[in-house]
C-alpha cells in the first residue's frame, strides 16, 4: 500500500519531518507504541489535523486517509446495515451513526477477536427474542452506562453466538442434512 501524497504535502507545508511525521501516523495507524517520537513530532502532527483523538472513546479520528485511495468512512460503512437491523424492528431504535461508530471502535479494541459477522448474528439473535417496544436503541445494545455501571448487551449475545457455533462443531447428536 502506498501513503496518500496529501499526508507528505501537509508535512512540507508544515515544515514538518517527513519521515518522522509519516512514521508517527503509521505508528498511530496501526496502533502501536509511539513514545519513540519526540514531544515536538507528536504535537507538530497533532496539530494539523491530520488525525485527531476522541479521548472520551480512546479512538482516533482521520480527516486524511493515511492511505493513498483510502475511503476512511467505508471501513465502518457495515454499522449502517447494523442500525438498520434495529429499525426494521422500531423505527425509532436505530440510534446516531456517529455515536454507534464511536462505541464500536471501542467495542472492537476491547475485544479484537470479535469480527463484524459475529456482531451482525448475534444483533439478529437479540432482536428475534425481542418486542418491538422493547428493543434497545442501536448505540445502547454495544454500550450502556459509564464507568462500573456500563454494561454490553452486544458482548453478551456475541458470547451466545460463540457457544452455539462451539455446541454445533462439537455435539455428536447435530445431523447433516443431506
Known amino acids: ?27 498511530c495507524f ?19 489535523g491530520i488525525v485527531e483523538r476522541d479521548y472520551k472513546t480512546n479512538t482516533l479520528e482521520w480527516h486524511v486517509a493515511l492511505y493513498d485511495n483510502q475511503n476512511i468512512d467505508s471501513v465502518w460503512d457495515w454499522v449502517n446495515e447494523y442500525r438498520e437491523l434495529f429499525a426494521s424492528k422500531n423505527k425509532e431504535r436505530s440510534g446516531s ?17 470479535v469480527r463484524k459477522q459475529d456482531v ?15 428493543v434497545k436503541t442501536a448505540e445502547r445494545f454495544i454500550y450502556d452506562g459509564q464507568g462500573n455501571y ?3 448487551m452486544l458482548n453478551n449475545w456475541i458470547e451466545r453466538v460463540l ?16
Open 150 to 152: 456500563k454494561t454490553s
Open 120 to 134: 451482525l448474528e448475534a444483533t439478529k439473535m437479540y432482536l428475534r427474542g425481542v418486542e418491538p417496544q422493547f
Open 97 to 113: 451513526k456517529k455515536t454507534c461508530i464511536a462505541r464500536m471502535k471501542v467495542f472492537f479494541q476491547e475485544n479484537p477477536h
Open 30 to 48: 496501526h496502533n502501536l507504541d509511539t513514545v519513540y517520537f519526540s514531544e515536538e513530532t507528536i504535537r507538530q502532527v497533532n496539530s494539523i
Open 1 to 27: 500500500m502506498k501513503l496518500n501524497p496529501e499526508i507528505e504535502k501537509l508535512l512540507v507545508e508544515f515544515n514538518i519531518d517527513i519521515y518522522e511525521g509519516q512514521l508517527y501516523l503509521l505508528a
Open 163 to 178: 457457544e452455539a457455533r462451539a455446541k454445533n462443531k462439537i455435539d455428536p447428536n447435530n445431523k447433516l442434512m443431506k
